[in-house]
């Protein structure tokens, strides 16, 4: 069981450094652009403005392996013999994949309160993070509902995409996002937690290997689409008011995934 369990730790914790690599490559392209010579500050404030299509390829593969799954019969093989592998072993169930969705994203606010500071503010990146959760649940909730796969346990069919996965991914991106120009191995160092989720999710029989890698690249997805947006979100909220304030908070209730907003004027 060991051995199989560091097997799909080991395929998924590659992808996700990978992807890693791929957003700070692009970070790098951007500062060696020969036209571009403003400081640092100006060229941060421009990686915000854009989507850079080199982060956007590992969702894409992801989302369409995962999309591929539910109907080519060489991948759906694949999911059928992990979990057949997995059973074998008879892990115990644990709840643990419950939490870890959200450490990384726990983490970045602990790390701030401690003086670790990332690249944005309280307000900024409470903005940014749960726009990536309000994005991710747009995204998972209505594909499984349309989807409609049975799940592993056959306790239902809303197993397509795996929305722990998706939550857990997208917190390490946003974890990433905000320390990978200050501390490169720290703003990784999420994606264990990533992994852990999406592994925990296939060894309690709730999704297949197919589901969980989906809901990785949507998760990452969601984030990408929320730094893009966040400086037209900001515009949007503060407008010419300089003296305004807003807080825009995710927040995680009865199974149910929200976002709050508070504005004062």
Not at 52 to 65: A, D, E, Q, R
Not at 115 to 127: E, L, Y
Not at 196 to 214: E, P
Request: proline letters at 3%.
């Amino acid at each position: 069981m060991l051995r199989f369990l560091k097997k799909i730790v080991f395929c998924l914790l590659m992808v996700s450094v990978a992807c890693g690599k791929i957003t700070a490559q692009s970070y790098i392209d951007t500062i060696r652009t020969p036209e571009i010579q403003q400081d640092t500050a100006v060229i941060l404030k421009t990686e915000k403005n854009h989507l850079h299509y080199k982060s956007l390829i590992i969702p894409t593969v992801f989302i369409g392996y995962g999309v591929a799954s539910l109907t080519v019969k060489d991948l759906k093989q694949i999911n059928f013999s992990t979990r057949e592998e997995i059973n074998e072993h008879k892990p115990d169930h644990i709840k643990l994949d419950s939490y870890a969705q959200f450490a990384p994203a726990a983490l970045v606010y602990g790390l701030n309160a401690a003086g670790v500071k990332g690249k944005h503010n309280f307000k900024d990146r409470s903005i940014i993070y749960g726009t990536s959760m309000l994005i991710t649940s747009v995204i998972t909730l209505p594909l499984k509902h349309i989807v409609q796969e049975e799940r592993p346990d056959q306790s239902n069919n809303l197993s397509f995409p795996s929305g722990h996965t998706a939550i857990a991914f997208a917190s390490a991106q946003f974890m990433f996002r905000e320390y990978k120009d200050t501390n490169f191995w720290l703003g990784i160092s999420g994606y264990s937690l990533a992994v852990f989720t999406g592994a925990y999710r296939m060894l309690n029989d709730k999704h297949w290997l197919g589901d969980v890698v989906a809901g990785a690249g949507f998760g990452i997805l969601s984030t990408e689409l929320a730094y893009w947006l966040y400086p037209k979100i900001n515009n949007m909220f503060e407008g010419k008011n300089k003296n305004s304030a807003t807080m825009l908070m995710p927040f995680y209730q009865n199974k149910s995934v929200g976002i709050g907003l508070v504005k004062t004027f």
